[in-house]
């Protein structure tokens, strides 16, 4: 039987929490949803509760625990994540700081006890900036650059990340200059249509599509030059997602992975395009610049996820699979993460050493990678 309690994990995609997380219901807190229907009855409601209680050595009740966590939270906040952090053995997050947008990465960072990274977003503020105070669109290509440039400066933003599944959807090929130009044109003349209101009763401009796609190929021919990783969402992701068979990371394959440019650069696919899973671990082993993580779907499949864990085990190799939550909202959240997965993948690996498939040594070779070595050596941690 394997044991991975001792090893070191590096989260390599998560979101942040601020100081009113001490005051959250822990056990409602494992939900994508606003207002949750029959979330007592859903598995995961029940597997958090079980696994919080044994955190906290109460009964698995949610008030229970609801109660005991407001007093081990109402004095030292920050002695308790240190506390939650330790246990899961997390040594350093990469965060996505455009969720929530209501904490800096630097605000962050004095709440927890580990090293936080960034990986930032091309989307909605950048997006914003250049279209809405740029007068020409030479403008824009001068005020997106200047950006990145900005972020590739900090040592602790080792990567970009687009969510324009979201929006766009995933089939983007290339939109050559003279069009983007056209369409700036065309954009200034009518600014307002554009204009949405995403999370938070925050309002960004949604478009227009085909100027995202062309700020993508600028960004990612930017990542080439500076060689460093870039993000893709792919698949599930918040209950806004429009239509996900635009997220499906298949689409990539016909709009992105062939391009000379993008085999340059290290590309994650964030959170493995699930459901689809193994359509990702196959784009992972044709693709040698191709990486997934397994983030969101740990720890949302809670018990279940080591099904998920076997489709990315059948084509892509343990040195391109990355450990990941997608955790936000309470730091019980990123503990739950470690703990749930690390279960799953000693039930994984161990089935594929007693099927010979493995010799343990490997096994937990294996294991060191995919929770904390690849993370490392691809954002040169």
Request: glycine fraction near 4%.
């Amino acid at each position: 039987m394997l044991d991975l309690s001792d090893l070191p994990v590096i989260d390599d995609h998560a979101h942040m929490f601020g100081p009113d997380a001490k005051d959250a219901n822990p056990v409602r807190s494992f939900t994508m949803l606003e207002k949750p229907k029959d979330i007592e009855h859903q598995l995961l409601y029940h597997c958090a509760a079980r696994a919080l209680a044994k955190l906290y050595g109460c009964k698995p009740d949610e008030e229970e625990i609801f109660k005991l966590r407001k007093a081990k939270t109402k004095n030292n906040f920050e002695e308790f994540v240190a506390d939650i952090f330790q246990k899961a053995n997390i040594e350093a997050l990469i965060v996505d700081p455009g969720y929530p947008p209501t904490i800096t990465v630097e605000e962050f960072q004095d709440i927890v006890p580990v090293k936080v990274y960034s990986v930032e977003r091309i989307d909605e503020h950048l997006f914003d900036e250049v279209m809405g105070e740029s007068n020409t669109f030479d403008d824009v290509l001068d005020t997106f650059h200047e950006q990145l440039d900005q972020w590739f400066k900090k040592k602790d933003v080792v990567g970009l990340k687009t969510i324009t599944a979201y929006i766009t959807g995933l089939n983007i090929p290339r939109i050559d200059r003279d069009r983007a130009a056209e369409i700036f044109k065309e954009f200034q003349e009518d600014k307002k249509r554009w204009i949405v209101e995403f999370g938070f009763g925050q309002k960004h401009y949604i478009g227009p599509f085909e100027m995202r796609i062309f700020l993508f190929w600028e960004a990612l021919a930017r990542c080439a030059e500076k060689k460093v990783p870039f993000q893709i969402h792919t698949g599930d992701g918040d209950m806004d997602m429009k239509d996900m068979k635009e997220a499906s990371a298949l689409l990539l394959q016909k709009s992105v992975l062939n391009d000379e440019i993008a085999k340059q650069v290290e590309l994650v696919l964030v959170h493995s395009s699930y459901p689809e899973v193994e359509f990702a671990s196959y784009l992972s082993y044709v693709y040698t610049n191709v990486h997934i993580d397994l983030s969101h779907l740990n720890p949302f499949l809670n018990v279940l996820v080591g099904r998920k864990i076997e489709e990315a085990f059948m084509w892509t190799p343990f040195s391109r699979i990355l450990y990941g939550t997608d955790a936000y909202g309470i730091p019980e959240f990123y503990w739950f993460g470690v703990m749930n997965f690390k279960k799953e993948l000693e039930r994984v690996l161990g089935y594929l050493v007693a099927r010979d498939a493995l010799d343990e040594d490997y096994a937990y070779k294996a294991a060191g990678m995919i929770l904390s070595e690849n993370a490392k050596k691809l954002y040169d941690l």
